[in-house]
């Protein structure tokens, strides 16, 4: 066993051990909050899981100033375009077995009703504010700079001291020092703060008492605490829960910053006061009409999508591929899919960005490595960039020029942090920086760096064993269909976002590589699958894939619509003829999906051609003052699970997420829950994301990127605010004050036997809460010329919402 | 079977999810346990029908057992504790009499 070391506490060890899971409890309210440097989306209810949709948006709207649905304005305007008409609603009603007559005025009069606003202020305040206590706002604003200081991942010259105890340790050491208590304990603060348990749990426990808070009333309690500051009570559940050992980050958990906020309650609220919490803010009570509105816009949104898929054997794909293509299931690959396959003979695929290798990977020049997997998955192993054969000297050369920029650029951030120094600093270099500093304001330019050529190997020492490479390059194969028919060429194609000066940017990279570009997990990937030694195990397992067959790396660029052949010194000289028609056409597809893009991006320049539009689009990238360098998953709303038949030169527009599968291949079920577990979770969480930093921007969106101010490596404050901003900024689903992502739950086609969805429903828990709990909806189409939707434990045939009302009319008359 | 030497303590045992693990490692220090084993990709039939082992893309919502042996005075209050938890989760908990060759490994 793994010893752990026992902390000595005064304390009943029950009653530390249920203060624990009280606190768990409390938080659950919220979920973790990934830092900056590796944004990941996540279902920010993902906590209240079990309690459905409609039942976690009502317990999170008790406690966070949010409605949780698209408000009535939205609505209105959609219904008036169309967007949502009455044979939706009509659906939703006999749905829900609801008598028609009588909602459907309520449900129109619901539009024109006033705007319901979440409670002004910020979250959790609202009690004490109405009492005119105001003191959770001093207090939160203390912790909240005092957690800035604690948890700023080394971004300040001038740290806080030892911190590896833990928040509550670090601010017992120096609160005698706190301007609020010092201010309000006069000469008392000293001797209060020593008085003060050393142990964070034990001082939690001493604070409950001092305030007069019951074990009933605890989990009411905390959560109500918890809610005042979700910005980091969310970064430390991500810290003590998925952050792993290796986190470099001060430890942060919930129950420390808990027990400092209570310590400070303790030591200057008065109990009494206390008591007489009202109890936390009511969910509106019109939320029944904004969720069957929300429905209603789902479905017409579900019909539309649904009609689009064929019905009968439609145009084919090729059938001898010049290369086939495996783009990662991001919905932004959907275009480039398409466009791809109009140019010439490909064939695409779709399959999770990390391609089915789960290892950390550390660059040449890194310190540490990154995971690039998905965060549902743990890295199986490390594996380092090397320099490729003859590029030894190169490679040092790189790397000393390298250390030489790291050193330049070290000291110009201390010159700039030492105190009175940036006055002096921009005296002496400013003028020598205003050319550089004018260039790239006025004449954005992106240029990656070149390094020398280098080599990803999961085989080298501390990656994979071959029996692993062989295990997850066959699972990889089998989840995404391409077991036989191997083109020559084979392309692996991670993506990845341009953009800099933005703390945002890792969200525009591939979520199942943990928020990072994807290029190095497709580098990976290619040189496992290109391996004699990994290619004679999967042949005896039954994989066998051709020896002319050849396994290259690409990365999708996102923001400008390129496509970069990567590890290029590894292609054989015998595919150069192949290789130049493919880059060629993937150049024309960009085009091509850049053009179809540009439509909805709002300051593109209009009547460009091509060739200004990629110029714009680099630019774009570049430019250090851009605020929506590209749309990212906006728009997102499905996700497809199938054979590429299924939605082969059907415009879906970019907003589907799309996994290969091949049903045949797949007699047990295993490799379609496979899917349904791991890669629709990761699309769920982004399609939560979405909606709620759409429809709640106030508690689950990081507001507007023109005043954000990064706190180290790990969030934002919107301006001087105290509090860390979860989820994407406002910028990422709205232009000019309209909402451009289109606030839906994610709705799931899976081309495969209803037995075999019902025996994966009934064995994974996760999915039968998703699907359930209306989370998202799963369609089923076991063949072309059938579609059932699952709802309340049963399949029901899809039937169109202009089917429903027109039976509906048939029968009043 | 042979116990003489040996020392009687409590085994704690806890099937739940991926997820709840970090909670449980917590709760099993902060009650008094100096260590504990888990291991993942537990698989069987339960109260929910049946859990699989091994999730293709998904370690976290996969069943995990962890377990910890403590000594018996010390175990009343994290079975306790883990009841209450258990209250309004996803679970089973075993406990049970072990004897261990090595007790001060476990104190």
Not at chain 1, 564 to 574: N, S, V
Not at chain 1, 625 to 630: K, L
Not at chain 1, 785 to 792: D, I, L, N, S
Request: include cysteine; charge should be neutral.
């Amino acid at each position: 066993m793994q010893g752990i070391g026992l902390s000595a506490s005064t304390v009943a060890a029950a009653a530390r051990a249920r203060l624990l899971i009280d606190v768990e409890s409390a938080a659950r309210l919220l979920a973790p909050m990934w830092p900056l440097h590796s944004f990941v989306a996540v279902n920010p209810l993902m906590g209240l899981l079990e309690l459905g949709f409609e039942g976690a948006v009502r317990e999170a709207s008790r406690w966070l100033p949010m409605q949780g649905y698209p408000s009535p304005q939205f609505m209105e305007e959609e219904y008036h375009r169309g967007r949502v008409t009455d044979a939706d609603l009509l659906a939703v009603l006999v749905d829900r077995r609801l008598d028609v007559n009588q909602t459907l005025p309520l449900l129109h009069a619901w539009l024109s009703g006033p705007e319901a606003i979440p409670a002004s202020g910020k979250a959790g305040e609202q009690v004490d504010l109405a009492r005119d206590v105001g003191w959770s706002y001093a207090i939160d604003a203390q912790l909240a700079a005092f957690c800035c200081a604690f948890a700023d991942e080394g971004a300040s010259t001038w740290g806080l001291g030892e911190r590896s105890g833990g928040l509550y340790r670090c601010w017992r050491a120096v609160a005698a020092y706190d301007p609020l208590l010092r201010r309000q304990l006069r000469h008392r603060v000293a001797h209060a703060i020593a008085a003060l348990p050393a142990d964070p749990e034990e001082a939690l426990l001493n604070a409950l008492v001092r305030l007069d808070i019951s074990e009933v009333h605890r989990v009411a309690q905390l959560r109500r605490r918890v809610a005042r500051l979700p910005g980091w009570v969310s970064y430390a559940q991500w810290r003590q829960e998925w952050s792993g050992p290796d986190c470099a980050s001060p430890p942060l958990r919930v129950v420390d910053l808990l027990a400092v906020q209570m310590s400070y309650e303790a030591l200057l609220l008065d109990p009494e006061a206390m008591k007489a919490n009202a109890p936390p803010i009511s969910a509106g009570s019109d939320s029944v009409c904004a969720a069957i509105w929300l429905e209603a816009y789902e479905r017409h949104y579900q019909d539309d999508l649904l009609a689009k898929l064929p019905v009968r054997q439609g145009p084919e794909e090729a059938k001898s591929p010049q290369a086939q293509i495996v783009f990662c299931i991001d919905a932004r690959s959907e275009r480039l899919r398409r466009h791809l396959e109009a140019t010439g003979p490909y064939t695409t695929f779709g399959f999770a960005g990390f391609f089915g290798f789960p290892v950390a990977v550390a660059g040449m020049a890194d310190r540490y490595a990154t995971a690039r997997c998905p965060v549902l998955m743990s890295p199986r192993g490390v594996v380092r960039e090397r320099p490729a054969a003859g590029q030894e000297r190169a490679a040092a050369f790189y790397l000393r020029k390298r250390a030489r920029a790291a050193a330049v650029h070290n000291a110009w951030r201390a010159g700039k942090t030492v105190p009175g120094s940036p006055f002096v600093l921009a005296e002496a270099l400013g003028w020598w920086l205003l050319p550089s500093a004018s260039i790239r304001t006025f004449w954005p330019r992106g240029a990656r760096r070149r390094g020398p050529a280098t080599v990803l190997d999961s085989g080298d020492a501390g990656g994979l064993s071959l029996h692993e490479r062989i295990l997850f390059a066959e699972n990889a194969l089998l989840s995404m269909g391409l077991v036989r028919g191997f083109a020559r060429l084979v392309v692996l194609c991670g993506h990845t976002g341009r953009t800099i000066a933005n703390p945002h940017a890792s969200a525009l990279d591939c979520g199942a590589c943990a928020g990072a570009p994807g290029g190095p997990s497709a580098r990976v990937a290619a040189r496992a699958l290109n391996c004699p030694a990994v290619r004679t195990g999967l042949a005896e397992r039954g994989v066998y894939i051709p020896p002319e067959s050849w396994f290259l790396a690409a990365e999708h660029d996102t923001t400008t619509d390129t496509i970069t052949i990567l590890d290029r010194h590894l292609i054989p000289d015998g595919y150069a003829p192949e290789l130049r028609r493919l880059e060629s056409d993937l150049a024309e597809a960009g085009r091509r999906c850049a053009a179809e893009r540009a439509g909805a991006l709002p300051d593109i320049p209009r009547r460009t051609n091509s060739r200004q539009l990629a110029a714009h689009l680099a630019k774009r990238a570049a430019d250090w003052a851009q605020i929506r360098p590209e749309w990212g998953l906006a728009r997102n709303a499905a996700f497809v699970v199938g054979p590429r038949s299924l939605t082969f030169g059907i415009n879906l527009e970019g907003r589907v997420f799309m996994h290969s599968y091949e049903p045949v291949l797949d007699a047990d079920g295993t490799i379609l829950e496979g899917i349904l577990t791991g890669p629709l979770v990761v699309a769920q969480w982004i399609n939560a994301q979405y909606y709620f930093s759409s429809v709640a921007p106030e508690v689950f969106g990081a507001g507007d990127k023109t005043l954000h101010n990064p706190v180290g490596g790990i969030g934002v404050l919107s301006g001087e605010g105290r509090d860390l901003k979860i989820g994407l900024p406002w910028q990422s689903v709205a232009a000019s004050g309209e909402l451009y992502h289109e606030p839906m739950r994610l709705v799931v086609v899976v081309q495969a036997p209803l037995e075999r969805l019902d025996a994966i429903m009934e064995r994974d828990s996760v999915l039968r809460q998703l699907v359930g709990g209306r989370w998202l909806y799963l369609v089923a189409r076991p063949s072309r010329m059938q579609a059932y939707v699952w709802r309340e434990g049963t399949w029901h045939s899809w039937q169109p919402a202009t089917s429903t009302s027109g039976r509906m009319r048939a029968g009043q008359e | 079977m042979q116990l003489e030497g040996l020392s009687r303590m409590t085994r704690v045992e806890v099937v739940t999810t991926g997820q709840n693990v970090a909670l449980l490692q917590g709760v099993f220090k902060s009650a008094g346990a100096v260590g504990y084993t888990a291991m993942s990709s537990v698989w069987g039939l339960g109260h929910h029908g049946v859990h699989p082992g091994r999730l293709a893309f998904n370690e976290r919502d996969t069943q995990v057992l962890i377990f910890t042996v403590l000594a018996e005075e010390a175990a009343p209050d994290l079975v306790s504790a883990v009841r209450h938890w258990l209250s309004d989760r996803p679970g089973v908990m075993f406990v049970s009499e072990v004897y261990v060759s090595r007790p001060e490994y476990f104190r």
